[in-house]
């Protein structure tokens, strides 16, 4: 037997919606915890030289991580560190478009929206790659 939750579209993306914004905020507990960790890293140089001069300046309060990886901090050891992560999240991407996991994961979302949008009569082409 199917509950209300098993049938309306809405109900199933409020759940989808809350379920992300709690994983969301174990994350960001996650992330806090994590960022700590790299600072004393960084501090120690453990991280190497750049990263040890940017924490620096960073607990000085020249500049921030977000200025760093935006690009608004313009250092040589910011820029250095911003290009790896760039290399990174590239590599990341790449790796992340060849897991069946994420594909199965877009291909459901993608027909989560077409029933939501066939229930509201909005029926639209998905966008391409699966962006909502």
């Given at each position: 037997m199917t509950g209300?939750?098993?049938t309306d579209p809405l109900a199933r993306i409020r759940a989808v919606v809350?379920?992300?914004?709690?994983r969301s905020q174990a994350d960001a507990r996650r992330e806090a915890g994590r960022a700590d960790t790299v600072a004393e890293a960084a501090r120690r140089g453990e991280l190497g030289p750049e990263w040890r001069r940017v924490q620096e300046r960073v607990d000085q309060g020249r500049t921030t991580l977000a200025d760093v990886f935006s690009g608004k901090?313009?250092?040589p050891d910011a820029q250095a560190l911003a290009e790896r992560s760039r290399e990174r999240v590239t590599q990341l991407a790449q790796a992340?478009?060849?897991d069946e996991s994420v594909a199965e994961a877009v291909e459901e979302l993608d027909a989560i929206r077409t029933r939501?949008?066939?229930a509201l009569g909005e029926r639209r082409?998905?966008?391409q790659g699966?962006?909502?």
């Open positions: 209300p939750r098993d809350e379920e992300v914004e709690r901090d313009t250092s992340a478009r060849q939501v949008q066939d082409p998905p966008q699966g962006a909502w």
